[in-house]
């Protein structure tokens, strides 16, 4: 994965448990009946924006433009938090999330295949389809995850970490890291695109942004026994 | 006689206008005015207005797929839905309330950064926007000029490279001289990963775009999108002012306008300008004005005078000026007549024919190919490559009845020339053709078995034999190669 910072060259994470899939619309929709402050009707506007779930038919019921098995979007990340904590897991923390999508479909890190590179820079670079594909239409990598490119934007624990630091972790200007600098002055893997325009658009996110092609899955920890 | 005590004139050439220190002229005055945007290749109006004021810019960011040529579409990022984004006009001191929005169908973050602003990022940090999301902040316009604006999320170049810039002026308080014709154009380089003009939805080459090598250099983001019926006008009489952008991301423009020479140049978009220019630098991530009046009719040319790029590349626009001719400044061409310099033509045809001849291998699909070789180098000045000649002129050769009447004779016309009067297709020419015995006997045996087989025409080949035997049999003219 991309190293948050020059000074951190590798990064140590932990063994974690990822959803294969993307949330989706049915399994959001089961959520919001369960837990009725999470509907589009109840939500507070200080956890989501006004789009929050608008492309569903009604407060409750999905529609023809959020079909079941297509993953949920206009999600928060407040709600997304929520719907992981629902399920007693968490939401991926990025490190963990990148960790993972650098699995090519054939290798644990395609970072440095240019083939692969390409290939997710082919899904960047076009525009939003008119109607989203289901869960699981696109690619399983190495560890039988699926869709990590090519489907929905995701959400991750900490989501505004790379750019917007709260602490000042370049010891130095605040602000360097917060535009372009990270894509084209402190980096070490230049090549690596796709990484910069994640961490790019993670950092345009506040938590309470919902949009058509932002969407998420869960992780939890690996619970050792004594 | 007693000196004089007057203040020294003040001269601008040597004071400048003070730059951003003097450019604070107050603050607004009167209501907010919206700003007019266009599409290149328009310029909004100039303000007229004569104290500062606050000037509200709304600017959408849209991702969109469209042509970048014939039959090719890309993705483009852009500022207003185009490539250049809108044209943003504003006079020195005025206060710009700046309003990003980006549309709900972007799928990237997009943020906007404008030379013109005097401020961390030029408004990069303060507009940051996700998608169907929208950004503001309000800058003082201290310094005048012709200023870029482009997109600075990361990763920087791509978002450039997929077309994310356009042009802000900021007029000096006095405005700029009126002109009769102002024009938007905005250079920038495309990197796709088929080659230039193969067809189909082509992706971004991140590697071609690192190694800064270009597939497109274009005008206002398409191969058409200056040429033809889009092509700029003007007429006789009239000034031209080009305000001239550079997105890049990668390569400085030489911008030239064959058939022109820029009365003034304003280097690099500043206050100043340079007169009598043929050609001026535009830096990418910079800009150019350019002025110029226009004498005769016809259409001008406007390129990236590094020329590959204008005639491989698609970096052509076209200015058509329209009045009556002068022949007094242009008097059009005057001779037309032939020159044959001592040009012998070989070329891989003609060596693979004749190396077959000697190994009496030859084909006539090989002859015929020398031939044609040859007659481009030779004949088609005055027969034409099509072979139809010129009317009045030169007789044709496509369906000529006095060529494919009689071998001989076509032997003897190439060999030892022709004068005066002759009736071909039942059309009287009278003109000269000079003697082509420098050529051997085998490459006239290759044109004339290609002009027989060609336009048309039907006809047995020529061989180096019956050429030879000709030549053995007849005399050149004088001053002839024997």
Known sequence: MYPASPREKTVRIESFYLDRYPVTNAEFLAFVQKRPKWSRDNVTSLFADTKYLSHWAGSTSLGPNALAKQPVTYVSWFAANAYCEWKGARLPREDEWEYAAQASTKSVNGRADAAWRQRVLGWYTKPNPPQLGNVGSGLRNYWGVYDLHGLVWEWVLDFNRSLVSGENREGGDEERDRFCGAGALSADEKEDYPSFMRIAFRSSLKASYTTGNLGFRCAANIKETP | ?482
């Not at chain 2, 006095?174 to 939805?201: A, H, N, S, W």
């Not at chain 2, 990668?250 to 043929?278: A, M, P, R």
């Not at chain 2, 088609?380 to 060529?403: E, I, M």
């Not at chain 2, 005066?420 to 009278?430: I, R």
């Open chain 2, 1 to 482: 006689m007693a000196a004089c005590t007057c203040p020294a004139k003040k001269n601008a050439d040597t004071e400048g206008t003070g730059g951003s220190a003097k450019g604070d002229l107050g603050g607004p005055k009167g209501k907010p005015v919206d700003a007019e945007l266009t599409y290149a290749p328009l310029v909004p109006r100039p303000t007229k207005r004569k104290a500062p004021a606050r000037v509200v810019v709304h600017l959408e960011v849209r991702e969109v797929t469209k042509p970048i040529t014939a039959g090719v579409d890309y993705t483009f990022w852009t500022f207003g839905g185009h490539v250049p984004g809108r044209f943003i006009r504003v006079r020195q001191g005025d206060t710009v309330e700046f309003h990003l929005q980006n549309h709900p169908s972007s799928k990237m973050p997009h943020n906007i950064d404008l030379h013109a602003v005097t401020g961390p990022g030029g408004g990069a940090a303060s507009t940051f926007t996700a998608p169907g999301h929208e950004s503001q902040f309000t800058f003082k316009a201290l310094n005048q000029g012709l200023f870029v604006y482009h997109c600075a999320t990361a990763p920087v170049g791509m978002h450039i490279a997929n077309g994310m810039y356009g042009l802000i002026l900021v007029e000096p308080p006095q405005g700029l001289p009126p002109v009769d014709r102002e024009y938007y154009i905005m250079q920038g380089d495309f990197y796709t990963v088929g080659k230039y003009r193969e067809k189909g939805l082509q992706p971004f080459d991140m590697q071609k775009a690192i190694e800064e090598n270009a597939t497109y250099v274009l005008f206002n983001g398409s191969e058409g999108a200056l040429v033809g019926d889009n092509a700029l006008t003007a007429k006789v009489g009239e000034t031209v002012r080009l305000f001239i952008g550079n997105g890049g991301p990668n390569l400085v423009s030489s911008f030239h306008v064959i058939g022109e020479i820029f009365d003034k140049v304003y280097t690099e978009g500043g206050t100043h300008f340079q007169e009598n220019v043929q050609t001026t630098l535009v830096p990418a991530g910079g800009a150019t004005i350019v002025e110029f009046k226009v004498e005769v009719p016809g259409t001008a040319i406007l390129v990236d005078h590094s020329i590959f790029r204008a005639f491989n590349k698609g970096a052509l626009g076209m200015l058509k000026v329209e009045g009556p001719e002068d022949k007094k400044i242009y008097s059009g061409k005057e001779v037309d007549s032939v020159y044959l310099g001592d040009k012998a033509v070989r070329s891989p045809a003609v060596a693979t024919a004749t190396r077959e001849v000697k190994q009496g291998l030859v084909s006539l699909p090989d002859r015929i190919a020398a031939g044609k070789a040859l007659f481009a180098g030779t004949c088609s000045t005055c027969h034409q490559p099509t072979g139809q000649g010129l009317p009045n002129v030169f007789p044709p050769l496509a369906k000529s009845d006095y060529l494919m009447k009689d071998k001989t004779r076509a032997i003897v016309t190439v060999l030892n020339g022709l004068s005066g009067p002759v009736t071909v297709n039942g059309k009287e020419y009278n003109s000269v053709m000079p003697p082509m015995s420098q050529l051997n006997d085998d490459e006239i045996a290759y044109i004339l078995t290609y002009v027989m087989n060609a336009w048309g025409n039907k006809g047995e080949g020529v061989t180096a034999a019956e050429v030879k035997k000709v030549r053995e049999t007849t005399a050149r003219p004088p001053g002839a190669a024997s």
